[in-house]
């Protein structure tokens, strides 16, 4: 069926061409059959015709026959008689005629035979007749009754077997009709069939191919995309059956493309270290990483299809959900208020840090909600570790700038000791030639030599720098030692014993021992100013207020030292206030000031301008975590290029 | 102890820098029977001002000084008045600074607390040396002569 006298068909040439085909056999069996069945139909026709034909001329003969016999007897006439005769001679002729047609039947034969005995019986009465006119010149009563009833006999035999035929005729071609009909029935039939059997066959080879498309289109559609166009032919249906192969050849790259990408998804999600969780718009987990699984302490099982509220611990789904939808507008992901909580499965709350979104749909609708927890646990270690840290890394600062200061006191209170002892055993050795000189005095044995001697005793102790120097020695060891003691008390209030609870304290103390132990660290750069205002007791952590403070009077001191001209002094400022609800301390330095550039960096971890060995870039980052965190103050600076910066504390009261 | 030179009308003199009024004060009562003449400067811009005033034998100065500090003022001394015998004396000092001061060619480095016994020992034996090499000087000068 690929070609056709040389020339390929496509289908749409094949149907035409087939269905030309069937046409062309429908009209030429409908032709031949109407010509045969005309044919049959005129015989029929014709043979009727002419039994009708005798049958009216019997008819006919019969009538005349008997009016001729009867006109005879009226008029007397012979030739007439012999006539009527002759003619019932004639009808038997007839009769015998239609005895021998061969579609006469039984019914009408017995009627012909009858009609023979009539016509017998007629010849019979009306020769009697006759005879009885010729013989009498008149006819008499029981002849004429007799030929009467004998012609009538004969004539309704006649008509009789007229009708007969004449409805039989009338029968025959209704029967022919009917055959006819049957006959065009049976043809039609015959066509259907032939046409049902060439459709089937054309329908067949034709839809075979489709049926190979619809069978893979069903493999396709269960998952089967292994379809391979054969190819035999070049019609539609093989381009079709080829561009269901490519369909399928590229549904099958698209899903091996597709399927790839989803285990890298699914690879990327499993190892992602921050808690996924993933829910539907109830409020049901659907999707769980690994990482949530360990951080709260279930099985994956567990998590997916239970809502997501029973591992919330502060806030609920309901309220996550209207944060994402009113971040979903700007694009953003929300941070959910502070500290957000999870359960863990043995009831332990989990600091983290959670991050929301909606999760969407291609066509960009919203399909649940994604969660994405960090646990701060770790985090809030560290950060506690970091504080120790930096708190060991100021107190080793401090403590080489304290023992600096205990040894330079120490220093002087001992030369103060020293000079004392050497003074006194001094004095003493003249007391002693006093003594003398008084028990020589007593004796009267004082002569002007004792005199001499004691001069020369003075000048040797060096009496009037003695007597000059020493009470000045004495104050300067108890304001050494007071200065030591001081050093070591502001030391205690600095480093403040780490406590659970907050405590009230005098923050003003606080910053004053802070600054004294500190002192070393500006005191060579900066000359220090405090102006401490009234302020009521605040509930704080004093230990690490403290090494905040502590932090912002070293960076002020070494911004200080960076600035000011090599042998000039710069200007720490210290000053503490109320303000509203919150005490404040500020602390203001006069040196360089912070770059715009790094401002927005300075609180970070180990982010420093400082060289190895003057700072680790912790002091600020510690100082908020501190302020901010710990005490819920605020930590913020201003920063003035080239005049100086103030960084200022807020504590909130009560 | 030197008697002899007691009397000698030009006695050493010894430079006492330290930003501690007390300090200084301790050095001078701990000095008050020495051979030597004892003055102070609170600041390493003083002493630099004394140096240009009067000779000086040796200087003893703190490291931890506003503005210069110990080792950088002892630097300049070295350049400028090379005969000077340097002495640090510190009460907490960086690893840079005692460094650099040695490197310099100090004559000793030391630490706060020191004992006055210590400390009139040291600066007796620098004056010691200090007056063996100006004699070896003029010997050699004189030969040379």
């Known amino acids: 069926m690929r070609r056709v006298f040389g020339v390929r068909l496509k289908l749409r040439g094949k149907l035409v061409l087939t269905f030309l085909a069937v046409g062309l056999v429908l009209t030429s069996i409908n032709v031949w059959s109407t010509r045969w069945l005309q044919q049959r139909g005129e015989i029929v026709v014709a043979q009727h015709n002419e039994t009708d034909r005798i049958a009216d001329r019997l008819a006919a003969m019969a009538t005349t026959t008997a009016e001729q016999g009867f006109g005879y007897v009226l008029s007397g006439k012979r030739a007439e008689k012999e006539a009527c005769l002759a003619k019932l001679e004639k009808f038997d002729v007839v009769r015998r005629q239609l005895l021998a047609q061969s579609d006469i039947r039984d019914e009408e034969y017995a009627v012909l035979l009858g009609l023979g005995q009539s016509l017998q019986r007629a010849q019979v009465d009306a020769r009697h007749m006759f005879e009885v006119y010729e013989l009498h010149g008149h006819v008499d009563g029981p002849s004429f009754e007799a030929y009467e009833a004998a012609m009538d006999g004969l004539s309704d035999g006649v008509y009789q ?21 049957h006959a065009l029935l049976a043809i039609a039939l015959a066509a259907a069939v032939l046409g049902v059997a060439l459709g089937t066959g054309i329908g067949i080879r034709v839809t075979r191919p489709l049926f190979r498309l619809r069978d893979a289109a069903i493999r396709v559609g269960e998952g089967d995309f292994n379809f391979t166009s054969e190819g035999r032919s070049d019609d539609e249906l093989d381009e079709l059956a080829q561009a269901f192969a490519e369909m399928a050849a590229s549904i099958r790259r698209l899903l091996a493309v597709e399927a790839d990408q989803k285990s890298r998804l699914a690879n990327i999600f499993a190892s992602l270290g921050e808690t996924v969780l993933v829910c539907s718009p109830d409020g049901r987990i659907t999707a769980a990483n690994g990482a949530a699984c360990m951080t709260l302490g279930y099985r994956e099982d567990e998590l997916v299809g ?30 959910p208020g502070q500290d957000p909580q999870l359960l863990h499965k043995d009831g332990k709350q989990i600091a983290v840090s959670l991050s929301i979104s909606l999760l969407r749909t291609a066509a960009g ?46 220093q002087f209170v001992s030369d103060c000791i020293y000079f004392v002892r050497d003074a006194t055993r001094d004095l003493l050795s003249l007391i002693e030639k006093y003594q003398a000189a008084q028990a020589g005095f007593s004796s009267g044995e004082l002569t002007p030599d004792t005199l001499a001697l004691l001069n020369a005793a003075e000048q040797e102790a060096d009496l009037p720098y003695l007597v000059a120097r020493l009470p000045m020695a004495i104050e300067r060891a108890l304001a050494g030692l007071s200065r030591i003691t001081a050093i ?25 021992s802070t600054l004294t132990v500190a002192s070393n ?11 401490f205002g009234e302020l009521p007791q605040v509930t704080c952590h004093a230990g690490e207020i403290n090494q905040a403070v502590l932090n912002l009077v070293i960076n002020a001191a070494h911004a200080i030292a960076d600035h000011a001209k090599h042998g000039e002094k710069g200007l720490i400022r210290v000053r503490t206030r109320r303000d509203g609800d919150s005490a404040v301390i500020a602390i203001s330095d006069t040196g360089g000031g912070i770059p715009d550039s790094i ?51 807020r504590l909130p009261l009560g | 102890m030197a008697q002899t030179s007691m009397s000698a009308p030009a006695r050493p003199v010894v430079l006492f820098v330290d930003d501690e009024r007390n300090i200084l004060e301790g050095f001078r ?30 200087v003893v100065s703190d490291e931890c000084m506003p503005k210069l500090s110990g080792s950088e003022f002892l630097a300049i001394v070295h350049e400028r008045y090379p005969g000077v015998i340097r002495i640090m004396l510190t009460g907490e000092a960086s690893l840079s600074a005692a460094t650099r001061a040695i490197n310099d060619g100090l004559y000793r480095f030391l630490s706060k607390p020191i004992e006055p016994d210590e400390l009139r020992r040291v600066v007796h034996d620098a004056l010691r040396i200090k007056s063996a090499t100006e004699a070896s000087v003029r010997a050699r000068l004189a030969q040379g002569i």
Not at chain 1, 375 to 394: F, G, I, P, T, Y
Not at chain 1, 488 to 512: C, G, I, T, Y
Not at chain 1, 612 to 630: F, H, M, N, P, Y
Not at chain 1, 635 to 641: A, G, N, T, Y
């Open chain 1, 488 to 512: 070591v008390r502001s030391m205690k209030v600095f480093a403040h014993p780490d406590q659970r609870q907050m405590e009230p304290v005098d923050l003003n103390q606080a910053v004053q």
């Open chain 1, 306 to 335: 239970n809502p997501l509220d029973t591992i919330l611990g502060t806030a609920r789904f309901a309220a996550l959900l209207t944060r994402a939808e009113r971040g979903a507008s700007d694009g953003t992901s929300m941070n």
């Open chain 1, 521 to 531: 660290e500006y005191k060579y750069v900066a000359e220090l100013e405090t102006e």
């Open chain 1, 599 to 649: 401002q927005d960096r300075v609180f970070d971890p180990f982010f420093t301008t400082k060289e190895v060995g003057r700072g680790t870039g912790q002091g600020l980052s510690v100082a908020r975590s501190v302020i901010v965190e710990k005490h819920r103050g605020q930590l913020s600076f201003e920063s003035q290029r080239g005049q100086g910066t103030t960084f200022e504390i």
């Open chain 2, 29 to 58: 009562d701990a000095f008050r029977r020495e051979p030597c003449e004892v003055i102070t400067a609170l600041s390493a811009a003083d002493a630099l001002k004394l140096l240009e005033t009067r000779h000086i034998d040796v």
């Open chain 1, 161 to 181: 077997l007229s009708d007969d035929i004449r409805l039989r005729s009338t029968a025959d071609n209704e029967a022919a009709r009917k055959r006819e009909g």
């Open chain 1, 365 to 410: 609708e919203a399909a649940g909600l994604i969660c994405v927890a960090r646990d701060l646990s770790e985090h809030r270690r560290l950060e506690a570790e970091l504080r120790q840290a930096q708190k060991l890394e100021a107190i080793g600062r401090l403590a080489s700038g304290i023992a600096h200061e205990i040894n330079t006191t120490t």
